[in-house]
C-alpha cells in the first residue's frame, strides 16, 4: 500500500498514476500536451548532439572545427528563431510542443549534410529518418510511462516471486528432464554448430512471438473487468486500499462509469502484459543460465570437437594476461562456445513458451498472480474515477479518448 495522500492533491495523485506506468487513466492526459512536454529536454540533448551531422572524413584538424562552429550556429540560430516566433526566451526550453518545435528536431539537423557536405542528399535523408524514429520512440516511451511502468511491474513480479517458483516447479521439471537428454545429444550441438547469427536470432524472436500471443491473450480480456463498478463504495474501497484518501468527496449521482478509452486501454493492456511477460522471462534466463553453466561443467572442449567435427567458436579466445592462471576460469575459457551459448539460449526460450502457455491454462497462477496485478490496476482506475468525478477534467476529454 502506498502512503496515504489526499484525492484533493491532484499533483500527487498524478504522480502515483505515473509510477505505476498508467498515465492515460490521468483525466484530460494529452500527448501533445503531457508526453512531448516532457520528452522535452531529452530531444533537446539529441538535437544539440546532431551536430555531428555535419562531420565528414573529407575534412581534417581546424576546417573540421570551423564546420563544427557553423552547424553549431545554424543549430541554436534555429531553436532562437522558433523561441522568438513562440514569444518564448530565446536559449529557453519549449513549454508546449507544435508543428514548428517538430519541424526544427527533424528538418533542421537534416539540413546540415546539405549545407556543410556539398549537397549530400542520402546523409540528409538518412538523419531525417533518425530523426523520426527517435521522436516515435522517445515519445512511446513517455506517453506511456513505459520506463516507469517496466520498474513497477519489475517490483511486482519479485514480490510474488513465490508463484513463479510454484508455476515453473508444475510445469518444468518434466521439460527439463527430457531437455536435460537433448542438451546431451549430438545432433543438437550439430544444429548449433550450423546456425548462423541471423538464423539463430530469428528461431529467439519466434519463441518470444508465440510466447507473446498466449501472454497477451491471457490479459487482453481483463481490462474491461478491471474497470467495472457497481457502486461508488466500490471505487472509494479501491481508492482507500491504494492509500487515496477520498473522504469529503461529493457523492456523484451517475453510477460509476468506467468505460476506457482506446489508449487507457492499451496503457491498462500493456501493465498486465509486461508484468506477466517479465515473469516468463526471468524462468527462460534462469533455465539458460542453468543450462549454461551444466554445459561449462559437463561438456569438454574434446565432447564438442567429437560431436560438431571441428574446433568450436570460443567466445573468449584468451584471458587478460592478469587473469591467466587463474584455476576457476580455465574450464570457463575451454567450454564458453557460441554453441553452448546458442543451445541453452534455444532450450531457455523453449523453456519460457512452456511457461507462457501454462500461465494461459493455470487457473491458480490466474487467480494469484494476475489477480494481484489486476487489483493494483483496478485501483488506479478507481482513483481516476475519483478525479473525473471530482471535476478534474470536466472541460476535457476522459481518459484515453
Known amino acids: 500500500m502506498s502512503v496515504p495522500w489526499p484525492l484533493q492533491d491532484t499533483e500527487a495523485t498524478e504522480r502515483w498514476l505515473r509510477r505505476r506506468g498508467l498515465p492515460h487513466l490521468i483525466p484530460g492526459y494529452s500527448t501533445a500536451e503531457d508526453a512531448l512536454t516532457r520528452a522535452v529536454p531529452f530531444l533537446a540533448l539529441v538535437f544539440l548532439a546532431e551536430v555531428l551531422g555535419a ?3 573529407n575534412r581534417r584538424g581546424w576546417r573540421e572545427f570551423t564546420v563544427f562552429l557553423g552547424a553549431a550556429a545554424v543549430l541554436l540560430g534555429a531553436a532562437v528563431a522558433v523561441n522568438l516566433l513562440r514569444g518564448r526566451r530565446a536559449f529557453s526550453l519549449p513549454d508546449r510542443v507544435g508543428l514548428p518545435e517538430l519541424a526544427l528536431f527533424l528538418v533542421v539537423p537534416a539540413s546540415l549534410p546539405l549545407i ?4 549530400n542528399w542520402a546523409r540528409a535523408g538518412l538523419l531525417l529518418v533518425q530523426g523520426i524514429v527517435v521522436l516515435v520512440v522517445t515519445v512511446a516511451v513517455v506517453d506511456y510511462a513505459l520506463l ?3 520498474r513497477w511491474a ?10 513463479v517458483a510454484q508455476l515453473a516447479s508444475r510445469t518444468l521439471p518434466t521439460l527439463l528432464l527430457l531437455v536435460t537428454f537433448i542438451f546431451l545429444n549430438a545432433e543438437m550441438w550439430q544444429v548449433a554448430y550450423d546456425f548462423t547469427g541471423v538464423r539463430f536470432a530469428l528461431t529467439l524472436v519466434l519463441f518470444l512471438l508465440v510466447g507473446s500471443a498466449f501472454v497477451l491473450s491471457n490479459t487482453t480480456g481483463r481490462s474491461s473487468q478491471i474497470a467495472h463498478f457497481d457502486d461508488w463504495s466500490q471505487v472509494d474501497t479501491a481508492c482507500s486500499d491504494a492509500g487515496c484518501d477520498v473522504s469529503g468527496a461529493p457523492e456523484p449521482a451517475e453510477a460509476p462509469d468506467a468505460e476506457l478509452g482506446l489508449r487507457a486501454r492499451v496503457n491498462v493492456v500493456l501493465v498486465l502484459f509486461l508484468s506477466q511477460g517479465l515473469q516468463v522471462l526471468a524462468v527462460a534466463l534462469a533455465v539458460f543460465v542453468f543450462y549454461l553453466v551444466f554445459g561449462v561443467l559437463t561438456v569438454p572442449e574434446p565432447t564438442v570437437v567429437a560431436w560438431v567435427g571441428n574446433e568450436p567458436h570460443y567466445v573468449i579466445e584468451r584471458f587478460p594476461e592478469w587473469l591467466d592462471g587463474v584455476p576457476v576460469l580455465t574450464p570457463i575459457a575451454e567450454s564458453l562456445s557460441t554453441e553452448l551459448l546458442r543451445v541453452a539460449g534455444f532450450i531457455g526460450a523453449f523453456a519460457g513458451l512452456q511457461v507462457a502457455i501454462s500461465s494461459t ?5 490466474r487467480a494469484d498472480f494476475l489477480g494481484r496485478i489486476s487489483a493494483e490496476v483496478r485501483e488506479a482506475v478507481a482513483v481516476s474515477l475519483r478525479l473525473r468525478a471530482a471535476g478534474r477534467a470536466s472541460d476535457r476529454p476522459d481518459p484515453g479518448d
Open 361 to 365: 491454462i493455470d487457473a491458480s497462477y
Open 154 to 163: 519489475v517490483g511486482e513480479s519479485v514480490r510474488t516471486i513465490r508463484l
Open 116 to 119: 556543410f557536405d556539398d549537397l
Open 148 to 150: 516507469s511502468m517496466a
Open 55 to 57: 562531420f565528414t572524413e
